[in-house]
């Protein structure tokens, strides 16, 4: 049976509706029973556990129930007649067959790993970037409205703000063939513009889909064409089911575009594609927590109109208490599944609060140029208070001491008077006080900081803040969170491993309260000659970041220094120094005051002394017995006491300490260290490099000046003179005078020409001398003031003019022994001469070490720089160099001579010289020559010249 899917058959006419059948009405009353048994079942549920909660008497209400085994269970339908349950009030599982030593260790990570947990969510919410809004799903009317990553980055939204002609890319819609839907397509679905065309669509999308491939390629087309068709869209992958089951369905960005721009006109926020669908809610009616729909716009709905204020703030028009925001992603304690940012939330209507921190998610920012509505439009504190009254943090552990303008409560105190301070918590200590305080809203906007962090000093006690174990523990400023956060981890699986939970209590109560300290930031080198950057932390690590930020460093910090060069690597020894510098200044400004106090005194005396009577016997009987015993306007007040009285004996507490400054006990006073840290403590960052005193560059400065000033008069007079030469050059050139033509008695040279304006005059010559030894004068007066500067080089040291990199100076030679084959050669590897021989002595297992190394032509190598690289060289011990040939024919020989001795025996290599006796002449043949003997006691004989006979050689 052929559909109608056109419904051409209707001739426009409404189709009547389907009558229900009998099982439609049983569907539909077996789902309404299922309803109500689910409905009587909770209900049944919440009546047991109001019940345990009244007979178990327990602080709070019951929340979950478990049997024996651990099972939650939410129903009272699983358990059995009489069987055993445990009731919590909310906090998981507790195995009661365990020891109280295990179920109080449990218990004790448990609270730990919570407030992991939650500064873990802190740190996921804290910082929401490029976020914007937009609409879920296709452009049509009830897609929701969320926030979601800004298609465009900043760079591309700054070039298009300078270029303000230039519109964003709009969605192009891909050219399709014509249909007969009247050119709707599956790719314009956003464009429809009536629910009628979009069912039509919808059923022809479904009846395609119900086809078999030869059906949706035509019935006239053959195999060929059909397996061609069915492998178009898988391209070169060769299984189509694969990958249509595996293609990414990311969209595209251009449509991502179109769905995050909007427009405000006539207090409608309208997409900018679609000028007909405006911002609007379900139904049409307001109330809190609603969520933001596309509607169709309505120009006498008041509801879809709304306010944009100068702070951020988006209200509606028919109700202003309603504004525009962000709701808060859901996490509940215990899950591991953190919510990483805020992207794909809904935008859903709240209440307006008033407070200045807090309200992050209600902040909006409208760029006109783009068309984005960026969210959490507001700074960095907001954001973080924010974050952190939605995962149950103290804002104390971000703001600390300091007070800020935050939703909080008022705890009622029982005692309290009119002068008593009033005690106010933050909303996440307020939540997790409910049932245990009675806290009431604050209607007023205070600027406060919690009191869970101070509550020790205030004595409150039995408080129970947001965290389980970590009040006033913790830091989770804007530079040290991440850092809190890693080092807890680290810590909560350490304590994992410990199995005494008396030792876990121990360690975690042995964290202190969270101490911050304010510096005053230096560039290292530079001194005080910039202002510092006032920079709280409560870690060296959070104190380095802050200060590559803030002093715009070109590498990140890494070492801080005090005034008097010492390295501070944790901040007990920041706080350590601070109060030995504090004790220092205090003993100096002490025993300033103690010399003041003594030149007062020795001045009174010395007035008194010029005021004598001339009576020396009255002045004798009278002062001896006066004493200084008060003020009265300014003026000493003496008395003349009885001698015999207790005035008249000094008091022990009151003598008068004389010589050096007092004791030490007068110093140690007991010093608050909230008053040793309330001065910044000046610190000067370095990126690596060693410490430079800040009275060094001080000292440089004023040298440089005083350096600049005696070089400004020579070089102000250097500039006159050659201003001077310059006009006498001038004035020569444009004279044009002739030349005179000196005739001489020279035949090469006859005439001579003298003067005119190409030659330069006496004077001029004169002031060019002048002008070198001033150019001379000035050159040297700076290369003296060089050497005078004190030098501020990093390490006094290091050789500047040294190379940042040397090369190595390894070489690889091939040896071999003096005298042998060549082919025997091995590698060897030196930076010098020594580690060369070295290298050949043990490459070539020699039984003397080597010496010397010569070329294979014989020369001696004695200088490393002659070496070339992977040059061949012979090794010798000492011995001279010995060719390779001639060492063969010794070999040789050797081996003949020991055949002979071998074969004819040993008296064959006997040799035997003998030599006959010529009696014409009296000459050994074989002595030394006539003339080589002494002179004395040999007579002159005549010289014979005959000839001596050969001798006979027998082997």
């Excluded at 087309?221 to 694969?242: M, Q, T």
């Excluded at 003949?896 to 006796?917: C, L, M």
Aim: charge should be negative; charged fraction near 30%.
């Amino acid at each position: 049976m052929m559909k109608d899917l056109n419904r051409t058959s209707m001739n426009g006419k409404r189709p009547h509706r389907r009558k229900k059948t009998n099982d439609d009405d049983e569907i539909e009353m077996t789902q309404a029973e299922a309803g109500k048994k689910d409905d009587l079942q909770k209900l049944e549920m919440q009546l047991f556990l109001d019940r345990c909660t009244s007979l178990l008497n327990l602080p709070f209400a019951a929340r979950r129930l478990f049997d024996k085994e651990g099972t939650e269970h939410f129903t009272l339908v699983e358990l059995d007649r009489d069987q055993n349950v445990y009731v919590s009030c909310g906090e998981p599982w507790n195995d009661p067959k365990l020891s109280k030593s295990e179920q109080q260790r449990r218990f004790l990570l448990a609270n730990l790993s919570s407030d992991v947990q939650q500064m873990k969510q802190y740190c996921a919410l804290r910082n929401p970037i490029d976020l914007v809004m937009e609409v879920d799903g296709p452009i049509q009317t009830n897609s929701r409205i969320v926030v979601g990553r800004c298609s465009m980055t900043r760079e591309e939204r700054d070039a298009l703000e300078r270029d303000k002609d230039k519109e964003p890319p709009k969605e192009e819609p891909e050219e399709e063939p014509e249909d007969p839907t009247g050119g709707l397509s599956e790719s314009a679905d956003a464009n429809f513009t009536s629910a009628h065309a979009r069912a039509h669509i919808k059923s022809d999308e479904r009846y395609e889909s119900m086809k078999w491939p030869w059906e949706r390629t035509g019935m006239n087309n053959g195999i060929d064409e059909v397996e061609d068709a069915n492998d178009a869209d898988a391209g070169p992958y060769s299984n189509r089911e694969l990958f249509k089951r595996f293609q990414s369905k990311n969209k595209s960005s251009t449509r991502r575009i179109s769905s995050q721009r909007f427009t405000y006109q006539d207090g409608f926020i309208t997409v900018v594609d679609r000028s007909d669908l405006v911002l609007g809610v379900q139904d049409g009616e307001l109330a809190e927590y609603s969520e933001l729909i596309l509607c169709k716009k309505r120009v006498d709905d008041i509801n879809q109109r709304w306010v944009l204020t100068k702070d951020g703030v988006v209200h509606s028009k028919s109700n202003y208490d309603l504004i525009i925001g962000v709701s808060m992603p859901f996490y509940k304690a215990g899950d591991n599944s953190i919510p990483s940012s805020f992207e794909g939330q809904p935008i859903t209507l709240q209440l307006h609060r008033t407070t200045q921190l807090g309200n992050a998610n209600h902040k909006w920012n409208f760029d006109t140029t783009t068309g984005f509505i960026d969210a959490f439009a507001t700074n960095t504190m907001d954001k973080e208070v924010t974050a952190a009254n939605k995962s149950n943090v103290c804002t104390h552990a971000l703001l600390g001491h300091s007070p800020a303008e935050q939703p909080g409560y008022i705890m009622n105190l029982p005692n309290a008077t009119r002068e008593t301070e009033p005690v106010l918590f933050c909303v996440s200590c307020a939540r997790a006080m409910r049932g245990y305080q009675k806290l009431e809203r604050l209607e007023v906007q205070v600027e406060f900081s919690c009191a869970m962090g101070t509550a020790k000093e205030r004595g409150l006690r039995n408080l129970h803040g947001s965290f389980q174990c970590l009040n006033g523990k913790v830091d989770l400023s804007t530079y040290e969170a991440e850092n809190t956060v890693q080092m807890w981890e680290e810590e909560l699986k350490r304590l994992r491993t410990v199995t005494n939970a008396r030792t876990i209590a121990r360690e975690i109560g042995a964290y202190q309260q969270v101490i911050s300290v304010r510096i005053l930031a230096y560039k290292n080198g530079e001194g005080r000659r910039q202002a510092g950057e006032l920079i709280y932390g409560s870690s060296v690590t959070g104190l380095l970041d802050q200060c590559t930020h803030r002093l715009g460093l070109n590498s990140a910090a890494r070492r801080l220094f005090t005034e008097d060069g010492r390295l501070m690597l944790a901040k007990d020894d920041l706080i350590q120094w601070a109060v030995e510098n504090y004790m220092g200044q205090s003993k100096k400004s002490t025993k300033s005051e103690h010399m003041k106090t003594q030149d007062e005194g020795n001045t009174t005396k010395e007035s008194l002394a010029s005021s004598k009577s001339s009576s020396q016997d009255q002045l004798n009987s009278g002062l001896r017995d006066l004493v200084l015993t008060g003020e009265n306007n300014g003026e000493k007040i003496i008395e003349k006491p009885d001698r015999g009285s207790k005035a008249a004996r000094p008091q022990s507490g009151h003598l008068q300490r004389r010589g050096s400054f007092g004791s030490s006990s007068d110093v140690r006073k007991e010093i608050s260290l909230h008053s040793v840290l309330r001065t910044p403590i000046e610190l000067w960052v370095s990126c690596g490099e060693p410490f430079v005193k800040p009275q060094m560059v001080d000292k440089l400065r004023a040298v440089t000046s005083q350096h600049r000033e005696e070089r400004c008069g020579v070089s102000v007079e250097l500039d006159k003179e050659k201003h001077v030469l310059r006009q006498m050059q001038g004035r020569r050139t444009h004279g044009m005078d002739y030349a005179e033509l000196v005739p001489t008695m020279d035949t090469e040279n006859p005439v001579l020409v003298e003067g005119g304006w190409t030659q330069p005059t006496y004077q001029e010559l004169k002031k060019v001398a002048q002008v070198e030894m001033l150019e001379t004068h000035l050159h040297e007066m700076k290369e003296v003031q060089k050497k005078d500067e004190p030098n501020l080089n990093r390490n006094n040291n290091i050789d500047v003019s040294k190379r940042l990199y040397k090369q190595s100076q390894m070489k690889r030679v091939y040896i071999y022994p003096n005298g042998e084959n060549p082919q025997r050669a091995l590698y060897a590897w030196g930076e010098s001469m020594d580690q060369l021989l070295e290298s050949a002595t043990s490459r070539l297992s020699l039984r003397n070490p080597a010496k010397k190394f010569f070329s294979t032509d014989g020369l001696v190598v004695e200088n490393f720089d002659d070496i070339e690289k992977d040059q061949v060289l012979v090794v010798s011990s000492g011995e001279p160099f010995k060719d390779n040939t001639k060492y063969k024919l010794e070999i040789e020989r050797k081996a003949e001579w020991g055949r002979i001795r071998k074969k004819e025996g040993k008296q064959a290599t006997d040799i035997t010289v003998s030599a006959k006796k010529s009696t014409a002449v009296e000459v050994d043949p074989f002595g030394p020559p006539v003339l080589a003997v002494e002179a004395n006691g040999i007579e002159d004989e005549p010289v014979m010249t005959a000839q001596a006979p050969t001798p006979n050689i027998d082997f």
